[in-house]
Structures are given as structure tokens and as C-alpha cells.
């Protein structure tokens, strides 16, 4: 199986920062495209920024240039550096990851359980 444990969330002031990490672990052969997404109470999950393992980004426009995803391909492991924050960017925040288990099976997508994030004066 494959596992992916985010870390980082908590609680900042409007203006601070914060850094999110996600390893995934277990039985992987490759791993595309990582991800981090975040779902705040009553709405629907919705996507912050992807990371392909070339290491091209895509971002929600409501978080370019405050945010900045990045990638240790050795370590498996995805993080989202976090500035400028504002109180609509609280929620709970997941990461995901297209994996390949093995070179004869297709690709899936895993989802860590979510770390929140506040953002609160």
C-alpha cells in the first residue's frame, strides 16, 4: 500500500507564514504528479497547485504569488510553502500523489487524511 502524511498545518495570523510537508511512503515504483488541495467548511474541495516530477507547477490564481509548491523526488515527499496568508485560505489541506506501485500496474492517485490551517487574528 501507499501512504501520504501531511504535516505543518496550525494556526497564523493574517501575514504570516506557514510550510507544509507530505511523504509518501510505502510501495512505490514512480510517483507523476503531486499535488495539494484544500476543502474549507461548506464548500468543496478545490485545488491549490500541482507539481509534475519535471517539476512543473500549475496554481489556483487565488494563491499565485503567495504560494510556492515544491518537490524532493529522492525523498518522495511534496511541500507548499504558505505567505501572505489570509483567513480565506483556512482549511483543511491534503495532499495527493500519482503513484505507480509497480512497472506492470497503472497509475493511482493516494490522499493523505488532511492537516488544517487557520488563519486567524
Known amino acids: 500500500q501507499v501512504q501520504l502524511v501531511e504535516s505543518g498545518g496550525g494556526l497564523v495570523q493574517p501575514g504570516g507564514s506557514l510550510r507544509l510537508s507530505c511523504a509518501a511512503s510505502?510501495?512505490?515504483?514512480?510517483?507523476?504528479?503531486m499535488g495539494w488541495y484544500r476543502q474549507a467548511p461548506g464548500k468543496q474541495r478545490e485545488l491549490v497547485a500541482t507539481?509534475?516530477?519535471?517539476?512543473?507547477?500549475n496554481y489556483a490564481d487565488s494563491v499565485k504569488g503567495r504560494f510556492t509548491i515544491s518537490r524532493d523526488n529522492a525523498k518522495n515527499m511534496v511541500y507548499l510553502q504558505m505567505n501572505s496568508l489570509k483567513p480565506e485560505d483556512t482549511a483543511v489541506y491534503y495532499c495527493?500523489?500519482?503513484?505507480?506501485?509497480?512497472?506492470?500496474?497503472?497509475?493511482?492517485?493516494?490522499w493523505g487524511q488532511g492537516t488544517q490551517v487557520t488563519v486567524s487574528s
Open positions: 510505502g510501495m512505490i515504483f514512480s510517483i507523476n504528479a
Open positions: 507539481i509534475t516530477s519535471g517539476g512543473v507547477t
Open positions: 495527493n500523489a500519482e503513484v505507480r506501485r509497480d512497472p506492470r500496474l497503472p497509475l493511482r492517485t493516494y
